[in-house]
Every structure is written in C-alpha cells, then in structure tokens.
C-alpha cells in the first residue's frame, strides 16, 4: 500500500469479505484479537504500543502500520513510539530496520495531514 488511505480501504474492503464469509471461526478470532486490544488493567496506550513492537519484531507491515495508526489515536507522542521503535529494535535486532523504516514513514504521513 502506498498510502494510508489505500491500506485503510483495503483493509477494510478485505476484513468485510473475510467476516462476510460465514466462518464462525474466524469471526470469534476477529472478535478476540478485537477484545485483547479493550481497557482492562493496562489501557489501550499501553497495549496498542505492545501490539507495536510485536509486530515490528514479527516483521508485519500492514500490523505496524495499524498499530502506528492505532498509538497516534490512542494519544502516543512521536518521542514515545521512538522509545517503542527502540525496544522492538533491540529484540528483533538489525531484520527490524526496514520496517521500522516503514513506521516511521507512516507516522511521518500521519504528522503531515
């Protein structure tokens, strides 16, 4: 995707094909991974930056570009996620560098609209 909008709409044209499917499933895992990311006894800043790092260490770039999303909705400065960044660079080690290459260009394209 080369921008946030094009990755907003095909994610969720292809999320209501999937959930239009009928897999029970794949509906409850939908509504799970919906579920893990609710205020319970870390908040939703907290568990959207974990999310973050997981998915830069797991090397999913459509999951860090939701996640970078999700933080900046969630009110996480830029100087927080760099702090992220960091952590998952230190976990995953130098693999991680092109998509924290690409985090940092959608919270760039974030900044600017």
């Given amino acids: 995707m080369s921008t946030l ?6 994610r ?7 959930l239009g499917s009928g897999n029970l499933e794949i509906k409850r895992f939908f ?4 579920r893990a990311y609710e205020e ?3 908040p939703v800043k907290t568990k959207e930056l974990m ?11 459509d999951c860090v570009t939701y996640h970078v999303v999700r933080c900046r909705e969630e009110g996480v ?6 702090e992220a960044f960091n952590v998952a ?6 693999i991680t ?10 919270l760039d394209e974030l900044e600017t609209q």
């Fill in 31 to 34: 509504a799970l991974d919906t």
């Fill in 40 to 42: 319970g006894a870390l």
């Fill in 5 to 10: 909008k094009e990755f907003r709409e095909f």
């Fill in 77 to 82: 400065t830029r100087e927080e996620l760099l």
């Fill in 51 to 61: 999310g973050l790092v997981a998915s830069l260490v797991l090397r999913c770039d």
């Fill in 97 to 106: 560098i092109p998509h924290l290459r690409r985090a940092v260009s959608t």
């Fill in 89 to 94: 660079l230190v976990v995953g080690g130098s």
């Fill in 12 to 18: 969720e044209r292809m999320n209501d094909r999937i």
